[in-house]
């Protein structure tokens, strides 16, 4: 459809300097990266904002690397969609089988057929890494972990993870599983897309079996919630192939950062790195609004419409990343809204797309979406509509 830019073309100056687009799964581009050197013992290391993915450091960020358990991120994932789907009610038993009790490792020691309700075993996963519990989630959604791998694997793709290959659910050592930390950030972001996901990886502590006469008690395995200000998950992991790794994301004055260190000496050095990220991030940057939820963004005629004009409203906040204490720059925004749409119109349908500039350069480009279904007009809706505009 020919687009047109409305009359919403907003321009304005602030005091920063905006980072170029982000290299992910939704926009391309290249990325600013810092002009320091962080986590300088990881093997691999990045550090982007969550709302916009924009890349602020990067280093090694697409080698290929054994994950270990960080790949729970991607059965958490699975977990969050299938609840949200309907698949899933977080009371429903999910029932060990032999299987899933005899995984070494991190667990929480399930005994063959023992049940716990999907938020139970969804704590076991986030705070206790049990590989157990993984392993019980996939046969759950999926009828085997065999199954579950080929959906983990599907949405690896689906989210452009290039650098990746799942072999199992729980990242247990096996042959042909990795992933590397910008694929690890791009799951995270997704995974944070699911914001109760956080009242499990940003608890410190809490207990399965309490009722019963074996509680457990878990303690959660990144002790950055506990330690650093606004940390609230994700995953850590740890083989000896892998050393210790970390997916970890904190929330400061309405931004998110999410940080990722692969190959981490210890775990001394692997939280003392990326809390210097989360520093960096929130002492440097900053989130700059251009529209708030509910703000009006446009008008949007429709042809044949039972209504013929929508009031386009920001489905969610809409913002940009820039530097703190850059030199002034000058960055606008332009709505543009299609013309020519025609009833019906399904919900949700791309109907436009909110474009950032600096200069003249693009820096971000969002996707506008039909906030209702708008049905076609019957012939005398058409008419009445007609006529009126005539004598008016």
Sequence with gaps: MKKISLSLLLVFSISAG?????????????????????????????????Y??????EKNSHDKLP?????????????????????????DPVRASEYASSMGGSQIFLEPGEEMSVEEMLKGIAMASGNDASVAMAEKIAGSEQAFVRLMNDKAKELGMNDTHFANCNGLPAKDHYSSAHDI????????????????????????????????????????????TGADGLKTGYTSEAKFCLSATAKRDGMRVVAVVLGE??????????????????????????????????????????VPELTIKADKPYSVLVKKGGRQEEI??????????KAPLKKGEVIGKLIVYQNNAKLKEFELKSPVAVEKAGWWRLFKRTTSKLFS
């Excluded at 791009?186 to 809490?206: C, F, H, N, V, W």
């Excluded at 990326?274 to 703000?295: E, T, V």
């Design 185 to 228: 950030a791009l799951m995270s972001r997704e995974l944070l897309k699911y914001p109760q996901i956080t009242k499990y990886t940003g608890a410190y502590q809490d207990y399965l079996r309490k009722s019963s006469d074996k509680p457990f008690w878990l303690v959660n395995t990144n002790k950055l919630v506990r330690f650093y």
């Design 52 to 57: 916009t993915g924009t890349i602020i450091y």
């Design 18 to 50: 905006l980072l170029l687009p982000p290299a992910s799964a939704e926009e391309k581009g290249g990325a600013q990266q810092a002009d320091v050197s962080l986590a300088p013992q990881s093997s691999s290391a990045i550090l982007l904002d969550a």
């Design 332 to 341: 606008r925004h332009e709505v543009q809204l299609d013309s020519g749409i």
């Design 67 to 91: 994950p270990a358990s960080i790949t729970k991120i991607m059965t958490m994932l699975l977990t969050m969609e299938a609840l949200e789907n309907g698949k899933l009610k977080l009371t």
């Design 265 to 306: 000496p210890n775990t001394k050095t692997r939280n003392s790195e990326i809390a210097s990220m989360f520093d960096y991030a929130f002492s440097q940057y900053a989130m700059k609004s251009l529209y708030n939820q509910g703000d009006e963004i446009g008008k949007l005629s429709i042809e044949k419409g039972v």
